[in-house]
């Protein structure tokens, strides 16, 4: 079975730019979450996507949005991005939801100059 | 809300050696899960353990949910051991996010 796969996995934006990332989860897990992870702030949940609908978000700007597709593919959006912005991404794929047994990507790992 | 606190915060081990890391919660928990996160950054599920105990290899953990607690052992350690552990908790009053601790960071010396 195909674990979670993340692309880009490396990449440089400039500030005021804006990124879009992707996650194919497990086969058959119909739930994304989405987490940023930085040094200081550790693990930081974004949100969550259930069968195509956010079901839980975290405490994050507007400027962090994401989606799902029928196929459990997800993606998310930063907008006008922000030297903040840098760090890792990650998504976990799950069968049940957020809080149930999670299975992470290798995260994309995002620069913002 | 609910706190997750781990420790020891560092720990540094010679290659051959075993290690127990704690993983202590505040309130009632759904389940409780360990993760490691290799040097290069992927967190690897290592166990789902809301109460009991489980072994996979030279892992294992125990929860003690009626004590709030989770360790996770690891004996025989290896240089692919190193890294950082994490828990994190499903808290019983939120259904949307697991509460996470501030991780243990481990370093195998060969």
């Known amino acids: 079975k195909a674990g979670v796969t993340q692309t880009p996995r490396y990449l440089i934006k400039t500030r005021g730019q804006q990124v879009t990332l992707s996650c194919s989860p497990i086969s058959g897990h119909r739930s994304v979450s989405w987490y940023q992870q930085t040094p200081g702030q550790g693990l930081q949940f974004l949100f969550e996507?259930?069968?195509?609908?956010?079901?839980n978000k975290g405490n994050f700007p507007g400027r962090f949005s994401g989606r799902q597709f029928s196929n459990s593919r997800s993606e998310m959006n930063v907008s006008t991005l922000e030297l903040g912005d840098s760090a890792l991404y990650l998504c976990?794929?799950?069968?049940?939801?957020?809080?149930?047994?999670?299975?992470f990507g290798e995260g994309s790992r995002l620069t913002v100059l | 809300g609910i706190q997750v606190e781990q420790s020891p915060p560092d720990l540094i081990l010679q290659e051959g050696a075993n290690s127990t890391l704690r993983c202590n919660f505040s309130d009632s928990v759904n389940n409780l899960q360990w993760f490691h996160q290799n040097p290069w950054g992927q967190l690897i599920n290592l166990f789902y353990?809301?109460?009991?105990?489980k072994q996979n290899g030279r892992l294992s953990a125990t929860t003690v949910a009626t004590e709030r607690y989770s360790l996770l052992y690891i004996s025989s350690s290896q240089t692919t051991d190193s890294g950082v552990y994490f828990c994190?908790?499903?808290?019983?009053?939120?259904?949307?996010?697991?509460?996470w601790g501030a991780g243990t960071k481990l370093i195998i010396k060969p």
């Open positions: 353990i809301p109460s009991g105990t």
């Open positions: 976990a794929s799950s069968p049940h939801g957020s809080t149930g047994e999670l299975f």
């Open positions: 994190a908790a499903a808290p019983r009053d939120s259904n949307y996010q697991l509460i």
């Open positions: 996507y259930f069968s195509e609908t956010q079901r």
